[in-house]
């Protein structure tokens, strides 16, 4: 099918701009980068930790590997049952930053979900991939410490992605946007 060739090709050219040979002179410095999700109501919520390690190239860009885990759980009120279930999987990124102000990036996961393919909740293991377009700001706040702070549109939004309970933005027929918050901070490894 054409949007699974679409991935591929995409996933594909993430990894050679993740990966690509560089010289020494090139790379100036590895980083370690850490988000945190945190949702919770009297319905259940999520928390989770997502990292990246990235190898920064030349003055704007920064590529490499990402790892998540997140734990939710759900509270059926009116039942009175209680379930919880994990996320994790891996995947890539990449960031521009520029003028120690902003940055746009790309960043695609591929996940354990619990969501069957029509949305719902299910004991066998689904995996979902998400592709995440953005940017926002990034400031370089110490030596030791740098913030990013953006706005990023899943552009597979597939329906079983286990992302879906942190979008918040919704078009004008009331459905939900794929679009989640992340903040991030990046600390200098070398």
Aim: overall charge positive.
């Amino acid at each position: 099918n054409k949007l699974l060739s679409m991935k591929k090709r995409i996933v594909f050219l993430l990894l050679l701009l993740s990966f690509s040979k560089t010289n020494a002179q090139e790379i100036e410095r590895t980083e370690l980068g850490l988000d945190l999700t945190f949702v919770a109501s009297n319905f259940g919520g999520t928390v989770g930790l997502g990292s990246k390690f990235g190898i920064k190239m030349g003055e704007y860009l920064i590529a490499g590997p990402s790892v998540r885990y997140q734990r939710s759980w759900n509270n059926n009120i009116a039942a009175q049952t209680k379930s919880g279930f994990n996320i994790f999987g891996g995947g890539i990124f990449a960031h521009a930053r520029f003028f120690n102000a902003m940055f746009v990036g790309a960043e695609f996961e591929y996940l354990r979900s619990p969501y069957t393919s029509f949305g719902f909740l299910t004991a066998s293991t689904q995996w979902s991939s998400t592709l995440f377009l953005g940017g926002g700001l990034s400031l370089e706040l110490n030596e030791s410490i740098r913030l990013n702070a953006g706005i990023m549109y899943d552009i597979i939004n597939h329906i079983n992605s286990p992302l879906r309970s942190q979008y918040f933005m919704k078009n004008a027929q009331g459905f939900l946007l794929p679009v989640i918050y992340r903040i991030a901070f990046f600390f200098p490894l070398s």
